[in-house]
């Protein structure tokens, strides 16, 4: 992986680049996980819980869209839950590996641009999303974000170590 750890002394030009830059970290160590590994590896679960590192790669781009764009921006989005069938994260067999982790990286970058276009203190749009609550501030989105993304590299961790006993960051 190329992308170092965010260094919590260096210098950022704001608080939104220091959220997006934990953000785009953490989706480098799930991507440099998965990478490598052969495709039925990929489609393939080896937890009882049933998920693939394909499915969870699919289960986080959906995450950052509706978290981001159908619920901070409240923007109409097809199917935000999408990444779901029967209740189980999917991803179908006609599907290509290479277009799962391409969605993913793009969807950093709608990340980066929606982040980039509110205030952190910004409140989200009224929406579906919010399940009738208030919505969330951007600050608090992003943070939930990391949250998701912090605990589902553990999880791709623990499954790569499984495989082929590769750990760490």
Do not use: C
Request: charged share 30%; glycine share 8%; no cysteine.
């Amino acid at each position: 992986m190329t992308r170092p750890f965010p260094d919590p002394t260096r210098p950022a030009s704001s608080r939104a680049e220091v959220l997006l830059g934990y953000l785009d970290y953490f989706r480098e160590v799930v991507l440099d996980k998965v990478t490598g590994l052969d495709e039925a590896e990929l489609r393939r679960s080896r937890l009882p819980s049933g998920w693939s590192l394909l499915e969870l790669v699919r289960h986080l781009t959906y995450v950052e869209m509706r978290w981001l764009e159908w619920g901070f921006e409240g923007r109409s989005v097809a199917d935000p839950w999408g990444d779901r069938r029967a209740g189980s994260w999917h991803v179908g067999a006609d599907e290509a590996v290479s277009d799962v982790l391409a969605d993913l990286r793009n969807r950093g970058a709608l990340t980066r641009a929606i982040v980039l276009r509110h205030d952190l203190d910004e409140v989200g749009a009224p929406g579906e999303r919010w399940d009738g609550a208030d919505p969330a501030t951007l600050d608090r989105v992003l943070l939930h974000l990391l949250q998701e993304y912090a605990r589902h590299a553990g999880h791709v961790d623990v499954v790569r170590e499984l495989i082929d006993g590769r750990v760490g960051e």
